[in-house]
């Protein structure tokens, strides 16, 4: 099982708001950034959110990022079809000489 | 503009070893905070982190991995070598390789490469 832990599955209807959350540990999200990262089926992860709640160029301001201790959260305002994906959260973890870690990825319908 | 891709074999058997090339282009390996890392998705699975190397030769592991893990890079032909010993089927998975800045996460990936363990 993945170090990070994130809910298999999210949903939500055109238009609406929907978070996914993702809980560590003091070693890791409690101490180091947050990232998120979104795999459209048949592709490549792609960057979502760096540094907690940063958005790289060209994402959408519909996705936000949190963290607040040890979770974070992604939310996604004004769900679209072309949102459903997988998403995965991810953080350096400072334990065993350092390591990245991911989380087990939440699958996103969009009914 | 960033690229990287892929190469490798896309069989191998039980036992053998993995050798896996990231050929990438558009920054160097060399300056000072970048970084290239491997990460692998098993078919229908989550991804996992699996080794990383930065501009200073330093390298970090996956702990679970790290036995069988051994990454290396050569600035002068932009390239970043994974080598996997002792593989099982278990380890059939599509493997991607990443730009890593410091910071910033795995902000440019390449396609990825599906290799299977099968006799």
């Keep these: ?111 | 503009q960033i690229t990287l891709k892929e190469s490798g074999p896309t069989l191998v058997k039980p036992t053998q070893t993995l050798t896996l090339t990231c050929t990438f282009s558009g920054f160097s390996l060399s300056t000072s905070g970048v970084g290239v890392g491997w990460i692998r998705q098993p078919p229908g699975k989550a991804l996992e982190w699996l080794a990383l190397i930065y501009w200073n030769d330093d390298k970090r592991y996956s702990p679970s991995l790290k036995s069988r893990l051994t990454i290396t890079k050569d600035t002068s032909k932009n390239q970043v070598v994974l080598t996997m010993t002792n593989m099982d089927p278990v380890d059939t998975a599509t493997y991607y390789c990443a730009h890593s800045p410091s910071t910033t996460g795995f902000d440019y990936w390449g396609q990825g490469t599906l290799v299977t363990v099968s006799s």
């Excluded at chain 1, 949102?83 to 990825?105: N, P, Q, R, T």
């Design chain 1, 1 to 111: 099982q993945s170090v990070l832990t994130q809910p298999p599955s999210a949903s939500g209807t055109p238009g609406q708001r929907v978070t996914i959350s993702c809980s560590g540990s003091s070693s890791n999200i409690g101490s180091n950034y947050v990232y998120w990262y979104q795999q459209l089926p048949g592709t490549a992860p792609k960057l979502l959110i760096y540094r907690n709640n940063q958005r790289p160029s060209g994402v959408p301001d519909r996705f936000s990022g949190s963290k607040s201790g040890t979770s974070a959260s992604l939310a996604i305002s004004g769900l679209r079809s072309e949102d459903e994906a997988d998403y995965y959260c991810a953080a350096w973890d400072d334990s065993l000489s350092g390591h990245w870690v991911f989380g087990g990825g939440t699958k996103l319908t969009v009914l």
